[in-house]
């Protein structure tokens, strides 16, 4: 691993493929090719000198009807501090006519899913999205008020329009937001977190049971469930997604 980051730094380098401020979205089969190349440019943000970002998409198309198991990628990925997306889609062929592709979106302004079938090689608008990096400010009754990081302008977000990871948010939290039409829809948030648990019922000294849970209040407000033998005060990881305890810090 340290040789291919070592020619992968100097491939950037001599060639200058990556400039400040880049975001770099690789595309991951789940091979080793593709896993290797991301991890490695993970790392590469350490100490290449140049500021950027990586994020990976796996694009599942269900040959067979059946969907693959890519949680073990997105284990790797939440360790390495790269952002991973699974998108979904079924690409099948009638008896009759040309391809298609079954899809399943949702929409971003209502959250409504839809099912939605184009046929193969159909063009598709491009709608007026921008992302954004901000610092969470404060919560203000059901309103999230973040500020942009370039032009200290401020904006208020419904915290329903999240889906949950509201909870996650710690005031001067940096996080990138997502736009329409100059208006805030989504956040996006690391796959897991580190935080403190604030509050939760002591847990009996020497046991280290961890099938048997219990609440425990997080820092910034949120409840989730972990083993008994976590006390207040400890550092936890939790899933972002699922609200799943992983561990201690």
Known sequence: MQ??????RKAVQDYEMIAPG???CVGVSGGKDSVALTVALGHL???LGVPFEVMAVTLDPRFGGVEADYQPLADLFAQEGIPYEIVDFQHFKPGKGGAMVRTKLR?????????????????????????????FLYRQDDELIFMD???????QMAAASTGGKEGFLKDGQECRVLLYKSSPLDIDIPLSL??????????AKGDTVSNVTKAAKLETGLTVQVPIFVNTGDRIKVDTRTKEYLGRE
């Open 3 to 8: 040789r291919l980051e070592g020619l992968l």
């Open 22 to 24: 880049d975001r770099v």
């Open 45 to 47: 943000r350490r100490y």
């Open 107 to 135: 929409n971003i302004l209502t959250g409504r899913m839809q099912d939605i079938t184009f046929r193969s090689g159909e063009k598709v608008g491009k709608p007026d999205l921008e992302t954004r990096d901000m610092q």
């Open 149 to 155: 990081m370039t032009n200290y302008e401020q904006l």
């Open 194 to 203: 580190v935080l403190e648990v604030t509050e939760t019922e002591p847990g």
